[in-house]
């Protein structure tokens, strides 16, 4: 079992797409590995999917809208194998969490998945516009295909 987390600030727009999409991409194989979502701050806690993402996820036929926001915590270290941070704040707030060197290897930069080492960042979309929704679904989507790659 390959348990993933994936992590964005409020959880309500970055997150729960790369969780759905990855989630899509793995069809019956789901058995095998866990995907969950959360976010850093603690703003959204409880809340479904922002109308946007769930609006993208929907043209691509995935269903997000039962997902509800939950806030990133120590313990996930040790629930999760892999921690994909959506952008290099996130990476920060996490890594400032880790308790051990085992616990900072877990936590990875999404996109590094798809250009190595250029750390570069899922853009926030929350206070921009429908286009911001879908680069974000297509990088998300990008990068998910490269995860499956590396899983199997
Ligand atoms: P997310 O987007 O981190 O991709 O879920 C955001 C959602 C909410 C806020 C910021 C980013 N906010 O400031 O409330």
Known sequence: MTRILMVCLGNICRSPLAEGILRAKLQSNTSTIKVD??????????????????????????????????????????AFDVIYAMDTSNFKNIISLARTDKDRSKVKLILNTIVQDENLSVPDPYYGGDQGFEDVYQMLDKACTSILKELF
Do not use: E, M, W
């Open 37 to 78: 979502s959360a976010g850093t701050a603690a703003y959204h806690i409880g809340k479904s999917p922002d109308l946007r993402s769930i609006a993208v996820a929907n043209k691509y036929g995935i269903d997000i809208s039962h997902l509800k926001a939950r806030q990133f915590k120590v313990t996930d270290f040790d």
